[in-house]
């Protein structure tokens, strides 16, 4: 077995986001030394690692001085080529490995994946061209949604088709390019499961968390989840099915769809800590970042387990205009906790951050962190109303 990675050496991050800066702060804390390799000039996890390599991920040159320099890498975004993590793997530990990266960054391959290994997940017909879109209308009728291959997050490469006459306008709004078409769900509630495995095949679980959407961007997220025994158990045993197919190593998260009917469809897998598991910085034994670096680097898992009920509240560009949030505000709020990924351009949709209340029950915190959010522009609210009354 491969020695473990130890306080002193040196953790790589491929991702320059808010992921890497805090799993760089949980490293940091723990004595690794981290450095950093992204495209970004001044990206939020390069200002906790001791070192950045600022290049493409297709720069060979950069890579190859970046991975001498490193004793085991992993990710904080999905979306880097994988072409370059073949040779990379030869060199060093890559966790997880590539072909999970391989697998999940096209959603056709990540679907016949999960038919392969008889995981339940929406009917799905695999869409090369318009011809083929049309056809296939009569096995996926619609309401039915057609989503890019590749790339595509937070509602991004996505189209609803309500009727077979959509169908042309949907495949250009995709840029018409491979596509899958998948039944449109029944919603009844969205959920996710961290899951994460070590190097010797054990793996602890957090989760089910239950996550509501606004504009398809994470807008709050609760757990523990308020769902049957059955539902939770069957979240887990796919969640451990998935980490096993993989042989992962590292941490996912596997997201779901949850019927009004009550089946269970997995939805996506991400190859990396989530946005619905920042809650575990403050409500769980192991937070996902620690528990990340644990398994990466070779170490025994933390405990999963939730410590308190908790919410979550993205914390969008949208608050910063017409003017930035009154942080004063939380002081109201004292079970709940404030991070700021330090971004320094507030757009609308971009998670700047995030807020977590901690509380007896889940329902209490969700009040709360949706309160603790609303107050941070009702200085705003009061102006525009008063301005409306004059």
Not at 82 to 89: D, F, K, S, V, Y
């Amino acid at each position: 077995m491969t020695p473990p990675i130890v306080p002193g050496q040196t953790i790589g991050i491929l991702g320059g986001g808010q992921l890497g800066r805090m799993l760089a702060m949980v490293a940091r804390r723990s004595g690794y030394r981290v450095h950093v390799f992204t495209p970004e000039s001044d990206g939020p996890a390069a200002h906790f690692a001791q070192q950045t390599t600022h290049a493409d991920y297709l720069d060979r040159d950069a890579l190859l001085q970046f991975v001498n320099q490193v004793d085991v890498l992993t990710f904080e975004f999905e979306n880097v080529p994988t072409e370059p993590l073949r040779w990379i793997a030869d060199r060093l530990p890559i966790r997880p490995s590539p072909r999970v990266f391989e697998t999940v960054q096209n959603r056709t391959s990540e679907k016949l994946f999960l038919a392969g290994a008889g995981i339940p997940c929406p009917s799905f017909r695999i869409i090369p061209d318009l011809a083929t879109l049309r056809a296939e209308l009569v096995n996926v009728p619609p309401p039915c949604v057609l989503k890019t291959s590749d790339g595509g997050y937070d509602g991004k490469g996505q189209a609803i088709i309500r009727s077979a006459a959509d169908a042309e306008q949907a495949w250009n709004a995709i840029g018409a390019q491979p596509a899958t078409l998948e039944q449109f769900v029944d919603l009844q509630t969205e959920l996710s499961v961290l899951v994460a495995r070590d190097c010797r095949g054990r793996i602890e679980f957090f989760g089910p968390i239950e996550n509501h959407h606004t504009r398809h961007i994470l807008d709050v997220s609760r757990a523990p989840a308020a769902l049957t025994v059955h539902v939770t158990a069957s979240a887990l045993d796919m969640a451990a099915e998935i980490a096993e197919q993989f042989d992962l190593i590292g941490l996912i998260c596997v997201e779901y769809f949850l019927t009004t009917a009550g089946a269970l469809l997995v939805n996506e897998i991400a190859p990396r800590p989530h946005n619905s598991g920042h809650l575990t910085i403050e409500a769980a034994v192991t937070s996902q970042f620690e528990q990340q670096l644990r398994a990466i680097c070779g170490l025994p898992l933390g405990a999963f387990a939730q410590r308190t009920p908790a919410a979550m509240a993205n914390l969008l560009g949208d608050l910063w205009h017409p003017r930035p949030p009154r942080w004063e505000a939380l002081a109201e709020f004292p079970a709940t906790y404030l991070h700021l990924y330090d971004k320094h351009e507030p757009r609308p949709g971009r998670k700047m951050g995030h807020l977590t209340a901690c509380a007896a029950d889940t329902v209490t915190a969700l009040e709360t962190v949706v309160l603790a959010r609303k107050a941070l522009t009702a200085h705003i609210e009061s102006e525009t109303s008063c301005s409306s009354k004059s």
